[in-house]
């Protein structure tokens, strides 16, 4: 089936450590996103990408890294600079045709202790 | 600029009551895409509908339905006879010529048995 994958699903991380979170997706989209929920607040963007190897910063990149050497991965680095990364982070991924929709992953679930 | 706005944050209805969810874009595009996901518990953001910018008919689907007005630059999402299961938190979204995703910040529903 296709569709894209977030693992984990709950991910807990001590303070002052960096974390990896992974995006698969296997529909042969050539954009990838990645957003940022907050309780009872809508998405922000982190970072998106529109093609291997190049990526643009959205709205609230600080504290966030990503790299896209593969079409199919899109992973996203919390890094210690991030100062409140307690959320629930989503990966997204559409075609570049104007038309297409945005599809998303099951979300993962970061919880620093 | 692009922005999307639902104006409601909460909605609580009793089950089998009809509730309307508002939207309201802002873009200079002439062509643009607007969309309404769909929310659950479990988190994952679940594609409902997708409408042009050049195709201002009504949609429905089952008990679902959706209002496109280009002159007030809504777009509406109607729940006829709702359930408990329609509890969940909607979100619209707007895409114009580039690959870019403007989120409004959700609206949730509460169906109440």
């Known amino acids: 089936d296709g569709g894209i994958t977030q693992s984990p699903k709950y991910l807990f991380r001590k303070e002052g450590q960096n974390v990896t979170l992974s995006c698969e997706q296997n529909l042969n989209h050539d954009a990838m996103y990645w957003y940022r929920q907050d309780p009872g607040q809508g998405l922000r963007l982190i970072y998106y990408s529109q093609i291997v190897n190049d990526f643009q910063k959205g709205d609230i990149a600080e504290g966030y890294s990503v790299s896209r050497e593969k079409k199919e991965s899109f992973p996203l680095t919390v890094t210690s600079a991030q100062k409140n990364p307690t959320a629930f982070y989503l990966c997204?991924?559409?075609?570049?045709?104007?038309?297409?929709?945005?599809?998303f992953g099951p979300g993962t679930r970061l919880t620093v202790l | 600029a692009q922005k999307v706005t639902q104006a409601q944050t909460e909605i609580s209805v009793v089950e089998k009551e009809d509730v309307t969810l508002d939207c309201v874009y802002e873009?200079?595009?002439?062509?643009?895409?607007l969309f309404w996901y769909k929310q659950p518990p479990s988190g994952e953001l679940v594609f409902l509908i997708r409408r042009n910018s050049f195709d201002e008919q009504n949609e429905i689907s089952g008990r679902y339905s959706w209002n496109f007005q280009k002159s007030t630059s809504s777009f509406n999402f109607t729940i006829t006879a709702s359930q408990v299961v329609d509890s969940a938190v909607y979100f619209c979204?707007?895409?114009?010529?580039?690959?870019?995703?403007?989120f409004g910040t959700g609206t949730s529903l509460t169906v109440i048995p």
């Open positions: 997204a991924s559409t075609s570049t045709f104007s038309t297409d929709t945005q599809y």
């Open positions: 979204a707007l895409r114009t010529t580039g690959n870019q995703f403007y």
């Open positions: 873009t200079r595009d002439t062509t643009y895409y």
